[in-house]
T-cell receptor
Framework: DVKVTQSSRYLVKRTGEKVFLECVQD?????MFWYRQDPGLGLRLIYFSYDVKMKEKGDIPEGYSVSREKKERFSLILESASTNQTSMYLC?????????????FGSGTRLTVV | QKEVEQNSGPLSVPEGAIASLNCTYS??????FFWYRQYSGKSPELIMS????GDKEDGRFTAQLNKASQYVSLLIRDSQPSDSATYLCAVNQAGTALIFGKGTTLSVSS
């Protein structure tokens, strides 16, 4: 069964901490994405990557960075966590066109910053 | 700003009825269209994709696309309580990331 695995289901961090959210996919997908989902705001794209060592900013990249050193792994980094980054974070992957199969999502990480 | 609009709902239908979910998008260059289902506390799950004008059927689900009107819909026949969820519409052009609507909450009562 193909899957996208996010390392933590729930995470509580303190303001100012550096936070790493890990995502691994076993489908050999080129594309990987990080979204955050908030009530009333829907899914918003933070960063995405079309290949190893490549990254593109999404709609809300401020306060975040990413790393993609290997094809299967895409990490989201909160450089200095703030309370307004409390959210559900969703990782997804897809084939190059983003078409035929759409995205496969991980189970999500609910991050609380206190 | 490329946008995908959905009525937030809730859309309430009785068990066995047809549920109709609608979505409009602003980017005329959009080429791929998807419907995702998201149960409370879970991640989105792809249920339908459609790429050309017309209807596409898969079991109880039918996706309808009208590019001229920039309109996508999802019909769920014989709705079941287990269909109660939030349904997300998503669109993109080739080579770009999906843009999601905020979702429509469907409630099916038994």
């Amino acid at each position: 069964d193909v899957k996208v695995t996010q390392s933590s289901r729930y995470l509580v961090k303190r303001t100012g901490e550096k936070v790493f959210l890990e995502c691994v996919q076993d489908m050999d997908h080129e594309n990987m994405f990080w979204y955050r989902q908030d009530p009333g705001l829907g899914l918003r794209l933070i960063y995405f990557s079309y290949d190893v060592k490549m990254k593109e900013k999404g709609d809300i990249p401020e306060g975040y960075s990413v790393s993609r050193e290997k094809k299967e792994r895409f990490s989201l980094i909160l450089e200095s966590a703030s309370t307004n980054q409390t959210s559900m974070y969703l990782c997804a992957s897809s084939l190059p066109t983003g078409g035929s199969g759409g995205y496969t999502f991980g189970s999500g990480t609910r991050l609380t910053v206190v | 700003q490329k946008e995908v609009e959905q009525n937030s709902g809730p859309l309430s239908v009785p068990e066995g009825a047809i549920a109709s979910l609608n979505c409009t998008y602003s980017d005329r260059g959009s080429q791929s269209f998807f419907w995702y289902r998201q149960y409370s506390g879970k991640s989105p799950e792809l249920i339908m994709s459609i790429y050309s004008n017309g209807d596409k059927e898969d079991g109880r689900f039918t996706a309808q696309l009208n590019k001229a009107s920039q309109y996508v819909s999802l019909l769920i026949r014989d709705s079941q309580p287990s269909d109660s969820a939030t349904y997300l519409c998503a669109v993109n052009q080739a080579g770009t990331a999906l843009i999601f609507g905020k979702g429509t909450t469907l409630s099916v009562s038994s």
